[in-house]
């Protein structure tokens, strides 16, 4: 006489989750590297105890009980962790100077509401907007009466950026590289050409994960 096995899938309760957005862009951000760097004392001890499992791998494991990665919608979830307040840090992985870091707290309530059954149950889990900042040059181009200057090129010298400003004289660098990644600023020379002015050029210093304001203001040629 047969028998039928019967197995009941496990049943896991989300206890955080969140979305890491580009601070600028609001775009999704895929990859991003988040881990819980404080948390309660009961967590603290599970975690020990895994990492000693795991040994010299722990540190480069990017998925583990207290840290994971960004799906490619930029989501993230932690399940099956004790109530209590947590501290979050978010960044890019590796030495990117691209995107700063960008920490949050948040506490842990648990429920009986929000569980995972194969797949994610999130519409009665408070999600974590998170906004990653990347380091950015932007301003506006006008001339010497304080209007717009359109269609100017504007330059970082010495690399491949280059834009356009737009209608109003916007113009915007996102995701800029600094020139040591071991540093947190550096500087940056831009050029200003616009048609029927004369170029302009200033030097600035950007800091990661920080928004720089570089305004210009174009004078007329004699011609």
């Not at 889990?125 to 717009?148: F, M």
């Amino acid at each position: 006489m047969s028998q039928w096995l019967t197995i009941t899938p496990r049943v896991r309760q989300i206890a955080i989750v969140g979305q890491v957005k580009d601070g600028e862009t609001g775009n999704a951000l895929r990859n991003v590297s988040v881990e819980i760097t404080e948390k309660p004392p009961k967590f603290e001890r599970y975690c020990q105890l895994q990492s000693l499992q795991y040994g010299s791998q722990w540190d480069k494991m990017s998925q583990r009980c207290d840290a994971t990665l960004t799906s490619i919608e930029g989501y993230f979830y932690f399940v099956d962790i004790p109530n209590g307040k947590y501290t979050l840090t978010f960044s890019i992985p590796g030495k990117n100077s691209r995107y700063g870091t960008t920490t949050v707290q948040t506490e842990v309530i648990g429920d009986s509401q929000n569980l995972l059954n194969g797949t994610e149950n999130l519409q009665n889990r408070k999600i974590l907007n998170i906004s990653l900042i990347p380091t950015t040059v932007k301003g506006h181009i006008k001339d010497d009466d304080g209007k717009a200057v359109a269609n100017a090129k504007i330059k970082i010298e010495g690399t491949q950026e280059n834009t356009i400003s737009n209608s109003e004289g916007e113009y915007r660098f996102t995701q800029l590289e600094l020139s040591s990644s071991d540093s947190s600023q550096g500087e940056i020379t831009t050029t200003v050409h616009g048609y029927g002015y004369s170029p302009i050029t200033k030097i600035a210093t950007i800091e990661k994960g920080k928004i720089t304001i570089l305004d210009f203001t174009l004078s007329k040629t004699n011609e």
